[in-house]
């Protein structure tokens, strides 16, 4: 399997998992929902489409809010998380229909913002 | 001649570490490049005592060394470790050692504010764009532009929407065919759009009728034909 984090993971919305397939990612979105057992959560992108995202081992804490996700996609669709940062919003709510629109951009420009 | 930036270039790991070396600089699209910011989460920090080695993450390639070197006259507190899980934005220099990239930071900030990441994309397109332009378009004397984007201000192109001489760009094309005309009926709207390729048939009837009303042109035979009022 290796460590994800040694290797370029593209950033990517929803409607970009099935291109990814078996490989790592980075996905920002905003917590919708929780599984009682800790161990599977939903994501919403900037377009509001829905992700859920898997866990080895259940959280440990609440999260809430923004959530960037680094794991590798599953056939299912899903990420499969090896690790996730919160957003700080403490001061400023985070744009991520702004964020979204970055990726189009990013993914169109592929020579100005390459990963790898 | 040697193309260099003269300001802090913000880049992505990836072109860090994919940036050509020669001698003591680097290159990024054959621009010279010193000073840069990257921006991307810590996710290992250890304290030394003449430094401080991070590793930091934006998702582009393996995470990067950040050293940042410790004051050791000051008194404690000055250089507080950021910890792994924090975002920030690196301003630093690039470095090479034994073939391995690395930044000297002379400013880690944490962002208080995380629209400021989104926003650090944003800049990284268009910086590399600019420069990228700035390569093709020939000069190859040495240029100072900003990498905060507004490069070359090249006109507004054919857009139209800035008048001069009360007119627009649009309205004086008409206006000049219009004039130009020699056939006695003057100037149909059909022959109009056969001759103004990029503009749309309700563009030039919107033309058309501003220039009518302001009594620049006035219509012939029927509502498609029209004269210049200025006698040529």
Redesign the interface.
């Known amino acids: 399997m290796g460590d994800v984090?040694?290797?370029?993971?593209?950033?990517v919305a929803t409607g970009h998992l099935a291109q990814h397939i078996g490989q790592p990612v980075?996905f920002v979105g905003r917590v919708e929902k929780i599984h009682p057992t800790g161990k599977l959560f939903v994501l919403s992108d900037g377009e509001g489409k829905h992700t859920t995202v898997e866990l080895s081992e259940p959280l440990d804490e609440e999260i809430s809010g923004?959530i960037?996700v680094?794991g590798r996609v599953t056939n299912r669709a899903t990420i499969m998380c090896m690790s996730y940062?919160q957003?700080?919003?403490d001061?400023?709510p985070?744009?991520l229909e702004?964020?979204n629109e970055?990726l189009k951009?990013?993914h169109e420009?592929p020579?100005?913002?390459?990963?790898? | 001649q040697r193309i260099r930036s003269q300001n802090i270039v913000p880049c992505t790991v990836s072109q860090l570490l994919a940036a050509e070396q020669a001698d003591e600089t680097f290159r990024i699209r054959d621009v010279e490049i010193s000073q840069v910011t990257i921006v991307g989460v810590i996710r290992h920090a250890e304290k030394a005592p003449t430094n401080i080695l991070y590793k930091v993450d934006d998702m582009t390639a393996a995470p990067m060394d950040v050293r940042q070197w410790v004051d050791t006259d000051e008194a404690g507190g000055e250089n507080v470790v950021v910890p792994p899980g924090t975002y920030v934005k690196v301003a630093g220099h690039l470095r090479s050692f034994q073939n391995k990239k690395s930044l000297v930071a002379f400013k880690i900030m944490p962002l208080e504010n995380m629209n400021e990441f989104t926003t650090h994309i944003l800049e990284i397109v268009n910086a590399h764009m600019i420069l990228r332009k700035n390569l093709v378009s020939a000069s190859r004397m040495p240029q100072s532009f900003s990498s905060a984007g507004i490069g070359d201000v090249g006109g507004y192109g054919g857009g139209g929407s800035l008048p001069v001489n009360g007119l627009t760009a649009h309205q004086s094309q008409v206006l000049n065919l219009i004039k130009n005309c020699p056939v006695p009926e003057g100037m149909s709207l059909q022959e109009l759009k056969l001759q103004l390729h990029n503009m749309s048939m309700s563009t030039i009837k919107q033309a058309v009728e501003f220039l009518s009303s302001e009594g620049h042109i006035y219509s012939t035979v029927d509502d498609d034909h029209y004269k210049s009022t200025d006698a040529e």
Do not use: T
Not at chain 1, 5 to 11: D, G, T, V
């Open positions: 984090h040694e290797l370029p993971r593209p950033r980075c923004v960037e680094v940062v957003f700080r919003e001061k400023s985070f744009d702004l964020y970055a951009i990013i420009f020579e100005y913002f390459p990963f790898g």
